[in-house]
């Protein structure tokens, strides 16, 4: 998630609204990435355009290509974040904790960027940073565009590496498999990858983007046509959910992960917060139903700190919220609820096997998840 310069400097207050505008992302991201075969891939045709990232192509124009090493890289994930949140559950996922680091910025965040707030003294022990921006100047020390989550850093020298998040979650599924756990899901099957970029792009051009055009629109006209565009797409998505466990299937991929993430967010924040309020996702029966069988699914609602987004929601968009009081509700015990999704069939995990038990020091603090209760 991008974060744009402000004033004064360290105020919270963010520049997401603009009067009279349409919400428009800012797509453009550090492309460098960390690859299997460097020489393979800078022999590789450049990608075309896309929105959602690319599989079995080159890098773009400019971009630095960087070897897979086991311990060399930190991901840097705030868990408030639905980008982030995409890159800490394929890890999970694939059992990349011993190859791949992390580091949890807290919930909010200053003009400048994320903070490591939740570490002693303020730090991240691995980096020796207090915000995520001092890795970003590691690099460039002119850096011109927010300062994002996800992000790699590069440990020896404390440079960010990407930010690029749709090319993230790829690469470590297709570039980082000598590090696979035994039994890691195959998230990117290679004969559903042609239908599957539509559905990603749908997904996230509609609705992952959609509530924030909602969200930060800047006029009434432009909030009624993001609202009309997002719920079109939740009608599809619903229809398509009534009739498959998965969005391609019998299995979960990578267009899972991505749509759960707002999935997750949505009756906590995006509902009223984003004004996205025709109904609740909890009054969609296949879609409610499918989002409850990915979080009571390892590796998904294991990684959801419902505390710590509606803070960030509620907290961080200051000219949205400006009291900044951030809502008790709504009642998360209905996502263990019985979602009785395997009447139509299939398995998860397809060939493979669920994670094991998340780590200690990655756990979700109790109260924060109705899978950790107080």
Known sequence: ??????????????????????????????????????????????????????????????????????????????????????????????????????????????????????????????????????????????????????????????????????????DLSTQWRQFHREGAPDLLPAELLDDMWPVMTRIFTEVNNGVYRCGFAGSQEAYNAAYERLWVAMDWLEERLSTRRYLMGESITEADVRLFTTLARFDPVYHGHFKTNRNKLEEMPALWGYARDLFQTPGFGDTIDFEQIKRHYYVVHEDINPTQIVPLGPDLSGWLEPHQRERLGGNPFGKGTAPGPVRAAERVAAGHNPLYPA
């Open 1 to 170: 998630m991008s974060q744009e310069k402000h004033s004064p400097e360290h105020s919270t207050k963010g520049a997401y609204v603009h009067s009279g505008d349409e919400f428009a992302r800012d797509t453009n991201y550090i492309e460098d990435r960390i690859v299997a075969d460097p020489e393979a891939i800078l022999a590789a045709p450049a990608p075309g355009p896309s929105k959602v990232g690319t599989v079995g192509a080159g890098l773009t124009p400019g971009a630095t290509a960087w070897p897979v090493e086991a311990g060399r890289y930190r991901l840097v994930a705030a868990r408030a974040c639905p980008w982030a949140n995409r890159t800490l559950i394929v890890r999970r996922l694939l059992g990349l904790e011993d190859a791949l680091s992390v580091a949890l910025p807290g919930p909010t965040h200053d003009a400048r960027s994320w903070t490591f707030d939740l570490d002693p003294g303020g730090v991240d022990p691995v980096l020796g940073t207090e915000r995520v921006q001092q890795n970003y100047f590691k690099r460039f020390p002119d850096y011109p565009r927010g300062i994002t989550v996800p992000a790699i850093v590069d440990v020896p020298s404390g440079a960010v590496v990407t930010n690029d998040y749709p090319q993230i979650t790829l």
